[in-house]
């Protein structure tokens, strides 16, 4: 199997999550405590992998300047591109609704495009770093482990924000099988047009992709982890972080 493919694959299983994610809120009606408990244990998996993998990786591969460059940029794209998005509607778009709503369709005219469109935001970073860590038909796992697990709890908020703002399941489904395939392709295309970069370019991409999920991190996954935060949520968030850990020791 081609890198390109098998990175696609990887890709599409990392958003898979999401799709999983949502079809749980569909079945069962899952109050914000759990939501909560959840997105901050993939919050602390993100911020593992992050520091862990990503930045340590960029730093051995390609220096301290190209790392933090790429990272700073990364953060800076990243947080303007989600401030004109939240303008038009996709400012909760990880929320469960049960502590802030998402809005609806007829209160804000198009706003589920801007969700969408926010999700994707999201999605695309994760994809790039997928793509990149393909090489010869290797992969880091434990990369893929912990996008995987963080996506899950992404795909239970959001879905059940929309459900509660009156967007139906074909849509939701819709919007997270979309945005799952969309995640194969950009780790495939990912891999074809960077995989072969130089050690300084890759240092760039990896760290500008790091900076983009913090960001994302920040401002979508733990305000909804922290909203209304019950107690402990700080451990849960830590057990997230030290799962991932554990998975960057024992995947390759």
Known sequence: ???????????LLAGGALVLGAVVTLLVELPHRVIAAVM???????????????MEESVKIGGLGPTLSGFAA???????ANWLLSKRGAEHRNRCGDC????????????????????????????LIVGLGVDDGKAKFAVIAGFFIA??????????????????AVYILSIWAGIALISGLAAGIGNITLGGAPPEVAAIIKAFAAGAVLAMLA??????????????????????????????????
């Open 1 to 11: 199997m081609s890198s390109w493919v098998f990175a696609g694959l990887l890709g």
């Open 40 to 54: 901050a244990f993939g919050s602390g998996v993100l911020v593992s992998v992050l520091g862990t993998e990503l």
């Open 74 to 80: 990364g953060a800076a794209i990243f947080s303007g």
């Open 100 to 127: 802030v709503e998402q809005p609806k369709e007829s209160a804000v005219p198009g706003s589920g495009l801007a969700i969408a469109l926010g999700a994707l935001l999201d999605g695309i970073p994760e994809s």
């Open 151 to 168: 996506n899950l709890p992404q795909g239970l908020s959001s879905a059940s924000g929309m459900k509660q703002a009156g967007r139906g």
């Open 219 to 252: 401002e979508t996954m733990i305000p909804e982890a922290f909203e209304k935060a019950q107690s402990f949520i700080g451990a849960i968030t830590g057990a997230g972080f030290f799962t991932a850990f554990l998975l960057s020791k024992a995947l390759p």
